[in-house]
């Protein structure tokens, strides 16, 4: 089946008239007895002409032009089959409407393509029979209808109502001539009249197929009216808004005729234009601003709005706002990496101590890039650590190594997406997020980018921040960045991105994805001594005014303020601490008091008064119902004595000290491991019915909770019901199952040291945590003790003597 396609042009030596004159020559088919005619096909896709209506068509190869020529030929008309969907590309004859329009058609003419143009002319209605020739071209048989009706009452007044309707778009619609409505006037038949409106105004194709298979023409009318008032309808709009619109561009005109008025005044007197000198400046700036491709197109295409707007318009200074955030901004600026894995490893070194895992990434970064310059991909990190490890200072550190500018922006408490992407340009006041506010700070395209404090982001009813950094922090996506302000893409594959957080169990699993993990743990005695000996004394001497070599802090001294005046993983409460003394030397110099040269430890108490916190020490003697067990903290590890007191009573159970729901279950877990072993463990059965069990957790002030005290309380209540003691030196951590197996915990490193620090002498550890061992520092491991046991069995042989102690006689009174 081949397509036709709507002329829409004729040949120059044609006429419409004189082509048109042609159809009415040619002569309707004849009729049988039945009234039943027998043409060719003129197959239509995508259009209908109606009776009595003149239509242009292009003709190609195929059945379409070999009908026509058939016609011609014999002197004899076509009928015209419309298709019901014109995206089949092979009909068949169920695809075409069972009515179809006998056509006329006036001599083909051949396109300077190669295919052919004719014009057609409806003449009757006719409802097809069936197919009587398929090649080389179709022939049907039809059936004439007779449309021709006897006027009524009810015909008539929808008739009126068809002209009316009709007169009213033909004043609103500017591609109706008015002579389409005079001709309307002299119609007298209703079926002629919807045909010639059909075809005049713009219907809708389904809209149109439905008018040619109506044949009832009341049926037709109503039908007519109906588009042709929703047609009313959106002529109305269209009048609305084209004079709106017309309103505005006359008094457009009238402002840009003012000031063109304007510019030659200044011109004469020789000011000239200051807005399109700005303009001006901003074109050039633009233009070797070095934008790319689509930011450069945009940014000209604001000023070419702006060169359309009074100077004095509210809309100028937001345009202008955000053009000159597009110029602030760094597209092509960057700094020359230093590749020089000695030079970042001294800088490292000489800031930080300590801190091994962290360092040794980034001059493994370092060394790729300096073997592979053209690597682009930059690592994401997250510093992961209690406060005060020296997570930003290191990222500080990392910056001045790689010869980049540092930005840092912290995250905590941000709640709101558009803190990130920013806001769009439809609200007032409006600017872009964080991150590219940053980057204008920073001026280049490669800082060192540090978001601090990621693990405090919010969320409410204005959106989720950490989902919008799923793009900022995903080398896949950020190279093209899309901020809401901005509206186009922002390259930051090129920015090192370093977050911070505490507790990494707030951060949310696709973000924390994304991100490679680095442990800041928190540093042992050890560790801060030599920090406050290497960095902070040092500079507290110096902010204080005083001289390095008057002052020296003795390592005593440094362990007590340690110990005694400090609580935390990090050093930046010692460095309060040190301060405190040095200004307090300071002043005592400034006086011209005789100062100290050695600080004591007695001077520390002098200057800092009473200690503030005191060390938790171990037991100092084995008791009956009193177990050590160790414990993780953010300010690195403690331990925590678990105590157990038995009352005659009903066998109620009593949990004490601020305790947590996971570790009341761990209670419960102990005490039935020890209910469901009473008989192994010497135990009436009948005594657990007659007494209440007391457990309290010292400190109740402190929130405690967590799996890995299990074993410890199930060790205490152990002994308190068999009445043997409790090795005193031992510590212990590990969770505890109802069968009595001990599984691996978290914070081993943590907990070992608090249990050194404590002067515990040995510590029980699951056997599973024998991989956490290379963490811990060798001299802990030479002072202490370390076991490893499977199972619970395994800690009662080691923790409890075996004889129970004897219980002193009450006196005789």
């Avoid at 957080?501 to 001594?529: Q, T």
Wanted: proline share 6%; with cysteine; aromatic share 6%.
């Amino acid at each position: 089946m081949n397509e036709w396609y709507p002329a829409n042009e004729l040949r120059d030596d044609d006429t419409l008239h004189e082509r048109a004159e042609e159809l009415y020559e040619v002569p309707n088919a004849s009729e049988d007895e039945n009234g039943i005619v027998e043409c060719p096909v003129l197959f239509l896709r995508d259009m209908l002409v109606f009776p009595h209506m003149v239509s242009p068509i292009f003709v190609t190869q195929g059945h379409n032009l070999l009908s026509i020529q058939e016609a011609q030929f014999n002197d004899q008309t076509l009928i015209s089959l419309v298709q019901k969907d014109a995206n089949i590309n092979e009909p068949s004859p169920d695809d075409f409407l069972p009515i179809g329009v006998e056509v006329a058609a006036g001599r083909l003419l051949t396109l300077s393509d190669g295919n052919n143009s004719a014009l057609i002319q409806g003449r009757r209605r006719v409802k097809i029979i069936e197919f009587t020739q398929y090649q080389p071209f179709c022939i049907v048989k039809a059936q004439v209808i007779d449309e021709h009706v006897e006027s009524t009452n009810q015909i008539e007044a929808l008739m009126r109502t068809t002209r009316r309707l009709f007169e009213s778009c033909v004043q609103l619609d500017r591609s109706l001539p008015d002579e389409a409505y005079l001709f309307s006037l002299n119609i007298r038949e209703p079926g002629w009249l919807v045909d010639m409106v059909a075809t005049a105004i713009s219907l809708p194709f389904p809209q149109r197929q439905k008018l040619l298979v109506t044949l009832e023409p009341a049926t037709r009318l109503r039908l007519i009216n109906r588009l042709l008032a929703d047609e009313l309808d959106v002529l109305k709009l269209e009048e609305e808004i084209q004079h709106k619109v017309q309103n505005e561009v006359d008094r457009s005109q009238r402002e840009y005729y003012l000031r063109e008025q304007l510019k030659a005044i200044q011109t004469e007197l020789g000011e000239g234009d200051i807005w399109t000198s700005e303009l001006n400046e901003l074109r050039e700036k633009i233009t070797a601003k070095g934008l790319p491709e689509e930011g450069k197109q945009r940014a000209l295409k604001e000023i070419e709005r702006l060169t359309q707007m009074p100077p004095m318009s509210p809309e100028v200074a937001i345009i202008r706002t955000y053009v000159e955030w597009m110029l602030d901004l760094p597209w092509g600026e960057k700094t020359e990496d230093n590749l020089d894995v000695n030079h970042a490893s001294q800088i490292l070194e000489r800031d930080h101590y300590g801190l091994q895992r962290a360092k040794d990434r980034i001059l493994e970064y370092i060394a790729v890039r300096s073997l592979q310059p053209k690597v682009l991909r930059q690592p994401i990190l997250c510093f992961v650590g209690p406060p005060g490890t020296g997570k930003t200072s290191l990222g500080q550190s990392i910056a001045e190594a790689l010869g980049r500018k540092f930005v840092r922006v912290s995250l905590g408490g941000v709640r709101d997406e558009a803190e990130i992407r920013g806001h769009r340009r439809t609200y007032i006041g409006s600017m872009p997020g964080r991150i590219l506010q940053t980057m204008k700070r920073a001026g280049t395209i490669n800082p060192l980018f540090m978001l601090d404090e990621i693990d405090k982001l919010g969320n409410d009813y204005r959106g989720d921040p950490s989902s919008a950094l799923l793009e900022v922090l995903d080398p896949e996506q950020n190279n093209t960045f899309s901020d809401h302000y901005l509206e186009i893409p922002y390259d930051l594959s090129n920015v090192m991105f370093i977050t911070t957080a505490n507790n990494p169990a707030m951060i949310p699993s696709p973000l924390l994805d994304r991100m490679e993990m680095i442990d800041f743990v928190g540093y042992i005695e050890e560790d801060k001594l030599a920090i406050a000996e290497k960095y902070l004394t040092p500079r507290q001497l110096v902010e204080s005014g005083l001289d390095e070599a008057d002052i020296h802090f003795h390592e005593t001294s440094i362990r007590k303020i340690i110990r005694e005046y400090t609580y935390e993983a990090g050093v930046r409460n010692l460095e309060r601490e040190i301060g405190r003394v040095c200004r307090k030397i300071a002043r005592m110099k400034s006086e011209n008091k005789d100062i100290p040269h050695r600080i004591t430890p007695n001077i520390i108490e002098k200057f800092l008064g009473p200690p503030q916190f005191f060390v938790n020490e171990a037991e100092r003697e084995d008791e009956v119902g009193v177990a050590t067990a160790i414990a993780w903290t953010e300010n690195g590890g403690d331990i925590m004595p678990i105590e157990i007191v038995l009352m005659d009573g009903k066998g109620n159970l009593q949990i004490t000290g601020q305790i947590g729901d996971v570790m009341q279950e761990s209670v419960q877990a102990a005490l039935s491991y020890i209910k469901a072993r009473a008989k192994v463990f010497g135990i009436k059965k009948d005594r657990f019915e007659s007494t209440d069990i007391h457990l309290h957790v010292p400190e109740g002030a402190v929130p405690k909770d967590g799996p890995s005290a299990g074993i410890t309380i199930a060790t205490a209540l152990l002994s308190a019901f068999t009445n043997r003691r409790v090795h005193h030196e031992i510590g212990m951590t590990g969770e505890i199952t109802l069968r009595g197996h001990v599984l691996p915990i978290g914070g081993v490193r943590e907990k070992v040291l608090a249990a050194h620090r404590a002067g515990l002498k040995r510590v029980i550890l699951p056997d599973k945590n024998q991989k956490d061992v290379v963490d811990i520092p060798k001299k802990v491991l030479t002072d202490m003790e370390l076991t490893f046991i499977h199972n619970m069995d395994d800690v009662i042989d080691i923790v409890l003597y075996e004889a129970p102690i004897k219980k002193e006689k009450s006196p005789a009174p």
